[in-house]
């Protein structure tokens, strides 16, 4: 059942019938033979997720010392980002684990409010790498925030890879919260989080603090950086005081513009600055270390929506619930970010770096992987 399901979703196949179509007469049918969706779901609903869990954990610790968490521009550090998705949403499909909320939507025309029935989950993936990897994801129960939620599942993390598997944490500005900040601290890592309104003293601190010339700047052709570091701002509701790293990034950008002149049209191109303003907090010791670092750190954490979330969601089909039942939901999405996960490893590792001329798009390559499935019984692989 579970080679099933996860050969499956390495396949990147989006149902448990066409996962059952495929282990009868497919891709499938050497290396699992007949299996039905009923049975796949039922053995998903009575397995636990925690030996998934602790699987998934087995791999990362693999790919640390086969040096695939080895990065280019994070001075030596595992950076993390954790961030939430919605996924399953539904009016009429649920199960006794579902959040629920009353929304307003369109039916025939007629507005009307019904329940509506979804998952969240927030998931952990390593993005100081050539290539994000998800380390893992936990549901968010029915009435639990996005926050603690993280929290639970950066313990379950450490639990099973140890204190210093990652060195920092990055997320968006939900995260920037006393009791956060102190728990991970706890768990032995450096954070960097994004400042915005919702920590208003510390915002209005210092953006008093950031009105003079800049601490640094780094400019080439493109953009400008500039960056104000304060080592030490108070931070009141927190008691304590942190670091906060502002930057403002000014792109140069060239605009063209049609303009009419009689029967003709006039292309000019000019140049445009567009600026960006941004805060972060953190507890790193900078050192020596240019406060630009903050800024590339924090970005970082946009590669866990853009590229794990966006892919997950598309060729894995995690935003449809191929199963919708408590237990077989939470197992089956696991086994499915594991497949995924093991399958982008071999992809970027060993498909794209040996690769001549143009390479297989990652979702044309699970197909590919579908044919070599074919092909292969487990006696001979
Ligand atoms: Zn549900």
Avoid at 151 to 176: K, P
Avoid at 330 to 348: D, E, G, K, N, P
Wanted: hydrophobic share 40%; aromatic share 8%.
């Amino acid at each position: 059942m579970f080679d099933a399901v996860f050969l499956g979703a390495a396949m990147q196949i989006p149902s448990l019938l066409q996962i059952e179509a495929e282990c009868r007469r497919g891709a499938l049918a050497k290396r699992i033979g007949p299996i039905s969706d009923d049975t796949i779901g039922y053995a998903l609903q009575r397995q636990s997720p925690e030996p998934v869990f602790t699987l998934a954990c087995e791999v990362a610790r693999r790919l640390k010392r086969n040096g695939v968490l080895r990065s280019d521009w994070s001075r030596g550090l595992v950076v993390a980002a954790v961030d939430g998705i919605e996924i399953c949403r539904s009016f009429a499909r649920c199960c006794d684990a579902c959040m629920h909320r009353q929304v307003q939507h369109k039916v025939r025309g007629e507005l009307r409010t019904d329940t509506q029935y979804y998952h969240r989950i927030v998931a952990a993936a390593i993005v100081s790498t050539p290539f994000p990897i998800p380390l893992g994801i936990r549901f968010q129960k029915d009435g639990e925030a996005e926050v603690p939620c993280a929290l639970a599942l950066l313990e379950d993390l450490t639990d099973q890879l140890g204190r210093r598997f990652l060195d920092l944490l990055v997320g968006d500005a939900i995260y920037l919260q006393a009791p956060l900040v102190n728990a991970v601290e706890g768990l032995g890592l450096d954070w960097a989080f994004t400042l915005k309104e919702n920590q208003p003293e510390l915002l209005r601190e210092a953006e008093r603090f950031t009105t003079g010339p800049p601490t640094a700047v780094e400019s080439d052709a493109k953009q400008e950086l500039r960056c104000w570091d304060l080592p030490e701002v108070d931070w009141p509701v927190a008691d304590r005081q942190v670091r906060v790293v502002k930057t403002v990034r000014v792109d140069h950008k060239r605009q063209v513009t049609v303009s009419q002149d009689g029967e003709h049209l006039h292309k000019s191109k000019t140049d445009v600055a567009v600026e960006s303003t941004n805060f972060y907090a953190t507890n790193f010791p900078l050192g020596a270390i240019p406060p630009t670092f903050v800024h590339q750190l924090s970005r970082s954490r946009w590669r866990i929506d853009t590229e794990v979330f966006q892919t997950i969601t598309t060729d894995c089909h995690l935003k449809h619930p191929a199963v919708h039942r408590s237990t077989a939901l939470v197992v089956l999405t696991m086994i499915r970010l594991l497949a995924y996960t093991l399958s982008l490893v071999f992809y970027h590792r060993q498909v794209c770096r040996h690769a001549r001329g143009p390479r297989d798009s990652f979702h044309e390559f699970a197909k590919r992987l579908a044919y070599g499935f074919v092909a292969l019984s487990p006696d001979t692989s």
